[in-house]
C-alpha cells in the first residue's frame, strides 16, 4: 500500500469528503430528506471505484495504478481554438486544461474551474438563506430524472402545473410510473388555491400526500407565464407547510424581457427565485446553459441542500460519470475570457434578439387572430400561448394548419396527464424562437387563415342548421 506523508494523507482526505453534506449546524426547520427519499434515493450510493479514483484525483506524488484512464498524451487534441461572435478568440493552450478536456470528469463536483464560476454566480443571481450547494451535471432534462429517481417510488404521486413541458411526462413521469397531480395556473403563475385543493383532496383519499412539485416558474413551458414573486411566496409557504420538494426548473430565467421601450436587463433585477427566498432547504433548483449559451453542449448546474445534493451526485457518477469534461472546460474558458462583463453584454443581446421575435409575433398576431384567439403578451422565453376562441380541440386543425405549411403545437401535449384522445384542448403553443425574423409573421398569417376558413365553415354551417330549423317551424 502506497504510504503518504502528512500534507498527503490531508489532501486525500479532503478530496475523499467531495460529495458528502457539508458539516453545518442543522436548523430545525431543515428537510428531513430521508423522509421523501424513494427506496432507490435511500440505498443510492457512491460507486467504490469511482470514490477511489475521485479521492486520488490530481494528488502529488502518488502512482495512480488504480483508474483505467488513458494516458494524456494519447489524446489527439493539443490545443483548441475558439473564434466567437464578438470577435474574440479563447485560445487553450494549457496542457492541463486541454488533457482536462479529453479525459474522464475526475471530480465529483465537475471541472473544478467551471464549479467555482458556478457556485459564485449562484450566490450572486440567488443569495439562499440556507448552505445550499452546487452539482455540474448534463442539463436538467437528466437531473430532473435524477431526482425523481430519488424522491418517488412507483405509482406515487408529482405535483405539476396543469399544462407543463412535455418532455417531463412523457419521457420520466409517465414510462416511470409517477402519476402527476395537475394544479391550475394562469399568466401571474400556479394558483395558491388550486394547488392547497389538490394537496387536501389527494390527503383526503388516505394516500401518502404528494411530497414533489415540479415547477417551471419563468416563460413557462408551454404557457409563457411568469410567476408573480406574490404568488411564489405563498406557494413556498404552502410547501413549507405540507413538506413538500420544489423542483425548480428554471432555463428560461436569463431571458426576461419587456415589449415596451425598456433596455435588456441583463443579469440585473431579474426576480427572486425559489431558491432565494429557500430558508427551509427544500427547493432542488435546477439551472441549464442551454437557454443562454450552447445547448448543443448539454450542460447545467444543479442547486440544493447538502443532503439532497449528495444523492444527486452519487446518481450522476453511476449514470454518466458526470457531465462532459470537453465541455465543461471549453464553457469555462468562454466565460473566463468574458469575465462578468461580457456574460453581461451576451444575456443582453440574447433577451434583445427573444424582445424583438416576441414583438413581432404579438404585433402579426394582434392583426390576423385577434378575432379567433386570446393570448397574454409574452415576458420571457421563447413561447406564445394562444386559447382558440371558435376551436373545441386544436388537434382537429393539425392537418390544415399541415397542408398550410405551419407548424404549432397542440395545447393536449403539453397537458400534464399526458396524452388523451378523448382530451378536447382548445389550446396551442406557438415558437418564435427558430424560424427566421422573415419567416415569423408568414407563419403567423398562415395560421391565421386556417382560422379564418374554419370560422367561415362553422358560420356557414350555423347558417344551414338555422335555415333548416326556420323551414321546419314554417311549416308546422
Not at 112 to 131: D, I, Y
Not at 150 to 166: A, C, N, S, V, W
Not at 176 to 195: C, E, F, T
Amino acid at each position: 500500500m502506497v504510504q503518504l506523508d502528512k500534507s498527503q494523507k490531508m489532501a486525500s482526505a479532503a478530496r475523499s469528503d467531495v460529495g458528502r453534506p457539508t458539516k453545518r449546524a442543522k436548523h430545525n426547520h431543515d428537510v428531513d430528506f430521508l423522509k421523501h427519499f424513494s427506496v432507490e434515493g435511500r440505498s443510492r450510493q457512491y460507486p467504490s471505484l469511482r470514490k477511489i479514483i475521485c479521492q486520488f484525483s490530481g494528488a502529488d506524488n502518488v502512482v495512480p495504478m488504480h483508474g483505467g484512464l488513458p494516458p494524456s498524451d494519447s489524446f489527439p487534441l493539443s490545443s483548441m481554438l475558439l473564434r466567437l461572435r464578438n470577435g474574440q478568440s479563447v485560445d487553450i493552450v494549457d496542457d492541463k486544461k486541454v488533457a482536462s478536456a479529453q479525459q474522464y470528469c475526475t471530480t465529483v463536483q465537475g471541472y473544478p474551474a467551471l464549479h467555482t464560476w458556478c457556485e459564485r454566480h449562484m450566490k450572486a443571481m440567488h443569495s439562499p438563506p440556507g448552505q445550499h450547494e452546487v452539482l455540474l451535471t448534463n442539463g436538467s432534462n437528466h437531473t430532473f430524472e435524477m431526482v425523481c429517481e430519488l424522491l418517488l417510488d412507483r405509482g406515487e404521486y408529482i405535483l405539476t402545473e396543469e399544462y407543463t413541458y412535455p418532455s417531463v411526462i412523457e419521457s420520466v413521469i409517465i414510462p416511470k410510473g409517477y402519476k402527476a397531480l395537475g394544479v391550475k395556473l394562469d399568466q401571474a403563475g400556479i394558483l395558491p388555491d388550486s394547488l392547497l385543493e389538490v394537496i387536501m383532496e389527494h390527503k383526503a383519499t388516505g394516500r401518502r400526500p404528494p411530497h414533489v412539485l415540479y415547477t417551471v416558474p419563468t416563460g413557462q413551458n408551454p404557457t409563457g407565464m411568469v410567476t408573480a414573486l406574490e404568488r411564489k411566496q405563498k406557494i413556498y409557504q404552502i410547501c413549507s407547510e405540507h413538506d413538500i420538494v420544489i423542483i425548480e426548473d428554471d432555463p428560461y430565467y436569463y431571458l426576461q424581457y419587456s415589449l415596451g421601450t425598456a433596455e435588456a436587463q441583463g443579469l440585473d433585477g431579474l426576480g427572486q427565485t425559489y431558491l432565494s427566498m429557500d430558508v427551509d432547504g427544500r427547493v432542488v433548483r435546477l439551472d441549464s446553459f442551454s437557454k443562454f449559451l450552447l445547448p448543443g453542449m448539454r450542460l447545467g448546474w444543479v442547486t440544493a441542500h447538502p443532503d439532497m445534493l449528495q444523492k444527486i451526485c452519487f446518481a450522476l457518477h453511476a449514470s454518466t460519470m458526470g457531465p462532459c469534461s470537453y465541455t465543461q472546460v471549453m464553457i469555462h474558458e468562454v466565460l473566463e475570457a468574458w469575465g462578468d462583463q461580457g456574460l453581461q453584454t451576451h444575456v443582453k443581446k440574447m433577451q434583445t434578439e427573444y424582445k424583438k421575435r416576441a414583438a413581432i409575433v404579438q404585433e402579426a398576431a394582434e392583426k390576423q387572430l385577434s378575432k379567433y384567439a386570446e393570448w397574454t403578451a409574452p415576458r420571457a422565453g421563447m413561447f406564445l400561448w394562444l386559447k382558440l376562441t371558435q376551436v373545441d380541440d386544436s388537434m382537429d386543425l393539425f392537418e390544415e394548419l399541415k397542408a398550410a405549411k405551419v407548424v404549432v403545437v397542440p395545447g393536449t401535449i403539453a397537458h400534464c396527464g399526458g396524452p388523451d384522445p378523448s382530451r378536447r384542448c382548445p389550446f396551442v403553443r406557438l415558437s418564435y424562437a427558430t424560424a427566421s425574423i422573415e419567416e415569423l409573421p408568414v407563419g403567423i398569417n398562415r395560421l391565421g387563415d386556417v382560422l379564418r376558413k374554419v370560422s367561415q365553415k362553422q358560420s356557414h354551417v350555423q347558417e344551414e342548421a338555422d335555415t333548416k330549423v326556420t323551414m321546419a317551424t314554417t311549416m308546422y
